[in-house]
């Protein structure tokens, strides 16, 4: 796991933009597609959406529907995942099918 200046760091030295998943296609050589799996931390997720905000990189957040760690369907969650929307990152799920007992019945 990166720490703040490191993390900063590291996405400073390779690339110039960023682009969603969205746009991955158009996507030019000086550019990456940044993808952030929320598995655990809402705050840790704004928090990055926030260093990634003040960077002039959009990213895509992908939050997990059967976490153990944070409810995405309660209003404070809700609330942090907007607010990383509204900072002009893409919001995508995190499907984790090992959840699920037998996915692939019925």
Do not use: W
Not at 21 to 43: N, T, Y
Not at 76 to 92: D, F, L, P, W
Request: hydrophobic fraction near 45%; proline fraction near 2%.
């Amino acid at each position: 796991m990166f720490g703040v200046n490191a993390y900063t760091e590291f996405i400073s030295s390779i690339c110039s933009s960023s682009k969603s998943f969205d746009d991955f296609f158009d996507a030019g050589p000086d550019s990456i597609v940044l993808r952030h799996d929320i598995d655990f931390s809402l705050d840790a997720a704004v928090a990055i959406a926030q260093l990634d905000q003040a960077m002039k990189i959009r990213s895509s957040f992908f939050f997990m529907v059967s976490s153990n760690m944070y409810n995405l369907m309660s209003a404070q969650s809700q609330e942090k995942v907007m607010k990383i929307a509204k900072m002009g990152h893409r919001i995508s799920l995190h499907f984790d099918p090992t959840v699920y007992v037998d996915i692939d019945s019925g």
